[in-house]
């Protein structure tokens, strides 16, 4: 039986959350990853609503992770190579502000350390890191489908030409 009282969150928002949700995934220590929406200003959105960029809200993964084998810092360090954290609004061929780079912070703790790890990062970019970083207001998961999409559609072509590439540029499983 695991101890679940010494597990944290985190939420992520780097474009596609099908992209990001199939790198966090794969990762030792973390123990869930719901793709879903956050930062928006409408109460339970949908999909087709965050679509059109008038909701606000950004596509985003939450994590669980047990903090005794991955760290929040080492969560960050994936981010940051996980996308491009100097495009506003845009990831690749994906554009709109659904797709903006955020970190939404679940405590003063985490705020902190997500600071530290831009100017970190910084060094790595030679453009200007324009990562949204704010409080988690509230978290929304998303649609059934969205729920581990890589993992059931490997050979579609988004995962094929978009998805595989990350994961075999960052030395994951595709």
């Not at 992770?65 to 969560?75: A, C, H, Q, V």
């Not at 994906?94 to 060094?123: H, P």
Request: aromatic residues 12%; negative net charge; charged residues 25%.
């Amino acid at each position: 039986m695991s101890d679940e009282s010494n597990r944290e969150k985190a939420t992520f928002g780097g474009g596609c959350f099908w992209c990001i949700e199939a790198v966090f995934q794969q990762l030792e220590g973390v123990e869930s990853v719901v793709s879903g929406y956050a930062g928006g200003e409408n109460p339970n959105p949908t999909y087709q609503a965050v679509c059109t960029g008038s909701t606000g809200h950004t596509e985003v993964v939450q994590i669980t992770f047990n903090p005794e084998t991955i760290s929040y810092k080492e969560l960050l360090d994936v981010f940051w190579r996980a996308h491009d954290p100097t495009t506003l609004n845009r990831q690749g061929n994906d554009v709109g502000t659904q797709y903006r780079s955020a970190i939404y912070y679940l405590s003063e703790e985490q705020k902190e350390t997500a600071m530290k790890s831009v100017e970190e990062a910084q060094a790595y970019f030679p453009e200007k890191i324009v990562t949204e970083i704010a409080p988690l207001d509230v978290f929304y998961g998303g649609e059934d489908y969205h729920q581990d999409y890589y993992v059931k559609h490997k050979e579609e072509g988004y995962c094929s030409f978009v998805i595989r590439p990350k994961l075999e540029k960052l030395g994951l499983k595709s």
